[in-house]
């Protein structure tokens, strides 16, 4: 049986398919109408200290890389950037281009037992079984004009950047400010996502400010204060264990009244397989509706790169309860997995909007998929 008389079979071993559980209203949760309990006036939601929260905290602590200014990430270049996602993705790109010349030593052909040997080599790096299928039956397409490594790896790159090209398609707002909402499992690198997202689009020229509603964790709650001092933007916080959907329906408030562009609304993250978690993210957007209707305008889920196909499992059970707007992949630096790029775009009609490769303020840029091919292969 030839490669392609085989693929059904392959097919069924698709590990990305996850059930996503039923939503249901938890014990003890607030009915979905309700308002949100104990909403402070806006005022007293803000942090206007002018003593910041102690940097020695060893649990909200940042390294200092990251802690530079917005200023700073401007003036990088982009090249800096792209060598940074180079190195990141090396072990990826071993796989994709040291690993595919090997398959053509000693003169061989492109025939059903290299197939295998392709399909393999995609597999690896973290592309996914779906993925992986169909980037093989492009590649059959072009069998003809496949002679050697050189040429093979030629079609893959420009399949690749294909699949990944997703136009941009995001809701614009007719309300100031533009709410985003930021979602994401503990430990992928949401709060600092958040914090460097806050630089960029104070660089931009924008006026931000930060709702800090993941008021379980609060080592996220000093770590968010301590960007919002750097970036120079406002912070919301409530006590420890507030009501989450109060501190959002507060920042979004006293956006309102400052005029700010942008509020960006941290959330909690533990496990995305638990139903009370996505109703709780439900209930933040309801209370934020409530002040302005078509908010939040962007829900953005953050991802872990290293953690492979799993980010994609988790992007289609965030997807499925809250209607993510934007994805942000983190932690590029050094994983084997880079291919899991490829399979999320490939997977989800939802734009890749920002990649993070390091801890710095400027390691946060946008996704451009010509460049990151390139890293992949150059």
């Not at 796989?95 to 052909?109: Q, W």
């Not at 040997?117 to 597999?123: A, G, K, N, R, W």
């Not at 933040?284 to 305008?297: L, Y």
Request: charged residues 30%; glycine residues 8%.
């Amino acid at each position: 049986m030839g490669w392609f008389g085989k693929k059904r079979k392959r097919q069924k071993k698709e590990a990305a398919a996850v059930e996503v559980p039923a939503a249901t209203e938890t014990e003890g949760a607030e009915p979905a109408d309700a308002e949100p309990a104990d909403v402070e006036p806006a005022d007293a939601g803000i942090d206007d200290s002018d003593t910041p929260p102690a940097a020695d905290n060893t649990s909200a602590a940042l390294p200092e890389e990251s802690l530079e200014t917005a200023s700073t990430s401007e003036k990088k270049p982009s090249k800096g950037f792209f060598q940074q996602l180079k190195r990141g993705l090396s072990k990826t790109r071993e796989v994709l281009t040291t690993d595919i010349d090997d398959l053509f030593r000693g003169g061989k052909k492109l025939d059903d037992a290299l197939l295998e040997e392709i399909e393999e080599l995609l597999i690896t790096s973290d592309m996914g079984v779906s993925t992986t299928m169909t980037l093989m039956e492009r590649i059959e397409k072009n069998a003809k004009g496949i002679t050697d490594a050189d040429s093979l790896k030629a079609v893959i790159k420009t399949e690749i950047c294909a699949l990944m090209d997703k136009p941009m398609d995001l809701p614009v707002s007719a309300h100031t400010p533009h709410v985003i909402m930021v979602v994401g499992v503990n430990g992928v690198g949401k709060t600092t996502t958040i914090g460097k997202l806050a630089a960029r689009f104070t660089a931009e020229g924008k006026s931000v400010l930060i709702g800090a509603a993941d008021t379980f964790r609060a080592a996220a709650v000093e770590q968010l204060s301590i960007w919002a001092e750097r970036a120079g933007v406002d912070i919301v916080r409530h006590r420890e264990n507030a009501d989450p959907a109060a501190v959002a329906y507060d920042s979004v408030e006293a956006a309102a009244a400052r005029g700010k562009e942008v509020v960006i609304i941290d959330t909690a993250g533990r496990l995305h397989t638990k139903v009370n978690l996505m109703e709780e993210l439900k209930k933040i957007k309801r209370a934020v509706a409530k002040k302005i209707p078509d908010a939040p305008h962007e829900t953005y889920l953050v991802i872990d790169a290293t953690t492979g196909q799993n980010a994609l499992s988790q992007a289609k059970l965030f997807n499925a309860s809250m209607g993510i707007t934007g994805l942000i992949l983190t932690k590029l630096d050094g994983t084997a997995k880079g291919g899991v790029v490829v399979a999320i775009c490939d997977a989800l009609e939802i734009p890749l909007v920002y990649i993070g490769v390091g801890e710095g303020v400027d390691d946060l840029q946008k996704f451009d998929p010509e460049q990151f091919t390139e890293a992949l292969f150059s």
